[in-house]
Each structure stands twice: as structure tokens, then as C-alpha cells.
């Protein structure tokens, strides 16, 4: 069993930043391919990247979010540069064992609760 932690969370105006953690106990971190993924109010929640050996990102946040990974640490990070409006969400990572970077959420089996990010105009 595999628990999940973030933190980083937080009220930002638009072209900020924000680095969200995920710290991870329970498991072999490093066995493990992680995502982030965001919900906003009354959307449905999406993926927003994800890495294991390489990294891969959504459309939407390809070039301003960065996912990377301390496996001494077992954590897993978001750094979110030039963020917009549109970012505002409950973000949280995720951790799946069947490999390869996955963008589906029913493929991730452990969930940590999500932090709140709030971009302002």
C-alpha cells in the first residue's frame, strides 16, 4: 500500500509560479510511474503529466509545467511556470506499477488527497 502526500498548493496570480510535492511512503518509490492530475470545478479530472525513465506532459501545459522526481526522497514534483485562469484545479498525483506513462486515471491505483492551486487574474 503505497500513501501519497502533496503540498505546495496555493493563491497565485497568472504568469507565477507554484511547485507542488507529492511525497510517497508505503512502497518502492521507484518501481513506480507517477502522474499528476487536475480537477476543476464541474470538469471532469484530467491528466496533466506524468513520468517513470521520461516524462510527458498534457497539450495545455507542455512548455510551462515541469514533472521530475527525487527517488531518494521518494517524491515526485510540479513545477507550474506562466500559470493562467485556466489552471485553477485540485491537483494530485497518483502512482501506477503497470509501467509506461499512462493518462487515464482508473489506471493509477493510489491517490494522494490533492492540493488546491488558484490562479487569479
Known amino acids: 500500500q503505497v500513501q501519497l502526500v502533496e503540498s505546495g498548493g496555493g493563491l497565485v496570480q497568472a504568469g507565477g509560479s507554484l511547485r507542488l510535492s507529492c511525497a510517497a511512503s508505503g512502497g518502492t518509490f521507484s518501481s513506480y510511474t507517477m502522474g499528476w492530475f487536475r480537477q476543476a470545478p464541474g470538469k471532469e479530472r484530467e491528466f496533466v503529466a506524468g513520468?517513470?525513465?521520461?516524462?510527458y506532459y498534457a497539450d495545455s501545459v507542455k512548455g510551462r509545467f515541469t514533472i521530475s522526481r527525487d527517488n531518494a526522497k521518494n517524491t515526485v514534483f510540479l513545477q507550474m511556470n506562466s500559470l493562467k485562469p485556466e489552471d485553477t484545479a485540485v491537483y494530485s498525483c497518483?502512482?501506477?506499477?503497470?509501467?509506461?506513462?499512462?493518462?487515464?486515471?482508473?489506471?493509477?491505483?493510489?491517490w494522494g488527497q490533492g492540493t488546491q492551486v488558484t490562479v487569479s487574474s
Open positions: 513520468i517513470k525513465y521520461r516524462t
Open positions: 497518483a502512482a501506477q506499477s503497470r509501467g509506461g506513462i499512462r493518462t487515464m486515471e482508473s489506471e493509477y491505483d493510489y
